[in-house]
T-cell receptor
Framework: QKEVEQNSGPLSVPEGAIASLNCTYSDRGSQSFFWYRQYSGKSPELIMFIYSNGDKEDGRFTAQLNKASQYVSLLIRDSQPSDSATYLCAVVRGNNRLAFGKGNQVVVIP | DAGVIQSPRHEVTEMGQEVTLRCKPISGHNSLFWYRQTMMRGLELLIYFNNNVPIDDSGMPEDRFSAKMPNASFSTLKIQPSEPRDSAVYFC??????????????FGPGTRLTVL
């Protein structure tokens, strides 16, 4: 089983809609979770982190964590063309290292 | 503040040549990470330093890869000899790692390596 899995393929959403991304992880002991955004040809940049069960909102972004089910999700409300990117889920593992999922590509259609 | 600095940004070399990638972390950060990103495998951690000491090098693919961090402001990743399958984007990232486990990593712009 992979440490972090992001299984869904490219996601196309119309401008103004909600984009929903999901991520599952294998280590039940994981405590810290991150969402990174990566534009094509650029480096990953942190957009959200979450440590506690429940929802965390930051502007148009909401991260949701369910440790019992071992999943973390990211919602992007009022999607904009500038949100078109690949979103990487990351989980802190032993020795404070991050394990990344392979990412989900989001395309916002004007 | 300057972010993580990497050089070179692009490197094209021939199989068998030595390649050295360089990284300057954000000042004050105590952890440094080297990643490799490919379409097939995604973003993979190669090695992780904390306070200049290698903590986890389990991701280093083989003995052709080596990394050093001689001081808090500089690290190198060396591939010798290079092979075409090493072609990838190599990222350096740094963070201020605390006992609470907070681990917000900041990535450099990456080095795009092409081995012919």
């Amino acid at each position: 089983q992979k440490e972090v899995e992001q299984n869904s393929g490219p996601l196309s959403v119309p401008e103004g809609a909600i984009a929903s991304l999901n991520c599952t992880y294998s280590d039940r002991g994981s405590q810290s979770f991150f969402w990174y955004r990566q534009y094509s040809g650029k480096s990953p940049e942190l957009i959200m982190f979450i440590y506690s069960n429940g929802d965390k909102e930051d502007g148009r972004f909401t991260a949701q964590l369910n440790k019992a089910s071992q999943y973390v999700s990211l919602l992007i409300r009022d999607s904009q063309p500038s949100d078109s990117a690949t979103y990487l889920c990351a989980v802190v593992r032993g020795n404070n290292r991050l394990a990344f999922g392979k990412g989900n590509q989001v395309v916002v259609i004007p | 503040d300057a972010g993580v600095i990497q050089s070179p940004r692009h490197e094209v070399t021939e199989m068998g040549q030595e390649v050295t990638l360089r990284c300057k972390p954000i000042s004050g950060h105590n952890s440094l990470f080297w990643y490799r990103q490919t379409m097939m495998r995604g973003l993979e951690l190669l090695i992780y330093f904390n306070n200049n000491v290698p903590i986890d090098d389990s991701g280093m693919p083989e003995d052709r890869f080596s990394a050093k961090m001689p001081n808090a402001s500089f690290s190198t990743l060396k591939i010798q000899p290079s092979e075409p399958r090493d072609s990838a984007v190599y990222f350096c990232a740094s963070s201020l790692t605390s006992g609470t486990g907070g681990n917000e990593q900041f990535f450099g712009p990456g080095t795009r390596l092409t081995v012919l």
